[in-house]
Nanobody, 122 residues
Framework: QVQVVESGGGWVQPGGSLRLSCAATGDSFSLNRMAWYRRSLGTQRELVAEIKRDGSTRYIDSVKGRFTVSRDNAKNTMYLQMNDLRPEDMGVYYC????????????????WGQGTQVTVSK
């Protein structure tokens, strides 16, 4: 039983920056992979960035050099620092987490946040 909440979305001009946060809460869990996905108008959700518990990261090509994903394991929180934002970056950003402290056929468990809107325009 994990709750995932994103925050930090909003409006920014092209070239601006935004920092998203994803906080996971619950009674007992251990987060493995955490990732940011986004969905723009008329598209499916796509993976933007991911970070494993050991700190290793992966990004889609379009955000490399501009976005940085990080995590604070003690706080069960993941961040996405977005710099030099472009209109193509607009969309709803979703947090996805993997909980490894579980049992049964559905372990690991996966959870989605509700999303946070990112708007990039003049």
């Amino acid at each position: 039983q994990v709750q995932v909440v994103e925050s930090g979305g909003g409006w920014v001009q092209p070239g601006g920056s935004l920092r998203l946060s994803c906080a996971a809460t619950g009674d007992s869990f251990s987060l493995n992979r955490m990732a940011w996905y986004r969905r723009s108008l008329g598209t499916q959700r796509e993976l933007v960035a991911e970070i494993k518990r050991d700190g290793s990261t992966r990004y889609i090509d379009s955000v490399k050099g501009r976005f940085t994903v990080s995590r604070d394991n003690a706080k069960n929180t993941m961040y996405l620092q977005m710099n030099d934002l472009r209109p193509e970056d607009m969309g709803v950003y979703y947090c996805h987490v993997e909980n490894g402290l579980c049992y049964g056929a559905l372990c690991p468990e996966y959870y989605w946040g509700q999303g946070t809107q990112v708007t990039v325009s003049k």
